[in-house]
């Protein structure tokens, strides 16, 4: 069974930082781009980040020099360290995996990041 499982979500201040981790289970961890998307209330699910399996990476503008995506192969783990937060940032955020051949993603249950000003 295909898990992937976020953590690390919370309440900041803005300026302040949270690390999300995402748990993938070890079959798809390997063999797939992993990415981090986000949701905010009325607005569409965005891509964050992503990362592929050689580390290449790629973000939003919007977070650019403030997040960085990382990915730990030993422990099927990927990160999003989130620095100099603002309240834009505030949304569910969602640990995503696509494999890189063929076309399944599967997608983690999400975790809650609230910036306050």
């Known amino acids: 069974q295909v898990q992937l499982v976020e953590s690390g979500g919370g309440l900041v201040q803005a300026g302040g930082s949270l690390r999300l981790s995402c748990v993938v289970s070890?079959?798809?961890?390997?063999?797939?781009?992993m990415g981090w998307y986000r949701q905010a209330p009325g607005k569409q699910r965005e891509l964050v980040a992503r990362?592929?399996?050689?580390?290449?990476?790629l973000y939003a503008d919007s977070v650019k020099g403030r997040f960085t995506i990382s990915r730990d192969n030993a422990k099927n783990t990927v990160f999003l360290q989130m620095n100099n937060l603002k309240s834009e940032d505030t949304a569910v955020y969602y640990c995503?995996?696509?494999?890189?051949?063929?076309?399944?993603?599967?997608w983690g249950q999400g975790t809650q990041v609230t910036v306050s000003s």
């Open positions: 995503n995996a696509r494999r890189i051949v063929g076309t399944i993603v599967d």
């Open positions: 990362i592929t399996i050689s580390r290449d990476t």
């Open positions: 070890r079959s798809i961890f390997s063999v797939s781009t």
